[in-house]
């Protein structure tokens, strides 16, 4: 049986044009060849479209690239002086426009210090992914009620309507949400005051403790690899305990969104824990038969493509996610002169 994958699958910048090759003359123009193409996605503020910073161009001063508020230096490194390729941006929020102004909501007031405070979401590249493959395999099925679960050192969940999202799991930041890898996912803002008012850590130390050191990591003191907890869990409690915690937590968030959908049709998982870790898949999913959903465990064990039980009312599917052919397929799409 395959094993998870190291590595989140949620990278900030992304040469995918080495691996996808896009040899096509851009509208009106020369050849571009692939190692003049970047593509690369991060976190944008406000939310373009993907092909809002298509161009030629020299990117020279912060003011000329996407800004995202909960991580200014995100894009620091796109500060070149001697790039006159062609740039555009693929944005893992972007597929998440299509939540609703409530959805996007926190219930703050409007100050100054809090208007730029909505929620993105990410992961949408993935989400993109996976739906043009379920378009591909079972095109009826992406009009429906689907929950996709991206399971990978980064983790969130998105429900799907008629192939828009409409809420999902990660919020302002991919801090929130699920328990990660080394991220805390959702927690009580008390906890945060409580630590920097009561017991003197510095922002920066909280910072470092709630994206690097927490979820299975700071839970079972050992790792963030969920391969090598699952090896781990028959010996050893604290290993136990953070696959056990994280697939209680998931399994909550996962009722919560089938709740705002008014019912599922579809779980789709996908990312590396998500596609290969059975025993986690099998965790999510226990106790949700009120919901239509069940396993074949003889299938989820063999890592199946479709791994529900034959009487359950929603299909559970498998399928692997592929960001890069994504980016690249937009990537083309723009240097053709479509629309992505």
Known sequence: ????????????????????????????????????????????WPPPTHDVY?????????????????????????????WDGARRGDFDTAFHQTLSPLARQYPMPPLPETSEIVRFGFHGLSCESVLDELRRIDPAMVERRIVIAHLGNGASMTAVRDGHSVETTMGFTPTGGLMMGTRTGDLDPGVLLYLLSEQGMSPDRLRLLVNKQSGLKGVSGQTSEMRDLLELAPFDRNASNAIDLYCYLARKQL???????????????????????????????????FAGIALDETRNAGNATIISANDATATVRVIPTDEDRVIAQHTLSALQGGVS
């Open 54 to 82: 298509l161009g030629y161009l020299m990117v020279t001063s912060r003011r000329h690239v996407p800004r995202w508020p909960g991580n200014p230096d995100s894009v620091s490194w796109l500060h070149v002086d001697d």
């Open 1 to 44: 049986m395959s094993e998870p994958e190291k590595g989140d699958g949620m990278t900030e910048d992304c040469l995918v044009c080495q691996e996808h090759r896009l040899d096509v003359p851009p509208p009106g123009g020369h050849l571009v060849s692939s190692d003049e193409v970047v593509a690369f996605h991060v976190p944008p």
């Open 255 to 289: 009722g919560a969104l089938i709740a705002v959908l008014g019912g599922i049709d579809l779980l789709l998982f996908t990312g590396g824990i998500g596609e290969r870790a059975a025993a986690v898949r099998s965790g999510i999913c226990a106790s949700l038969e």
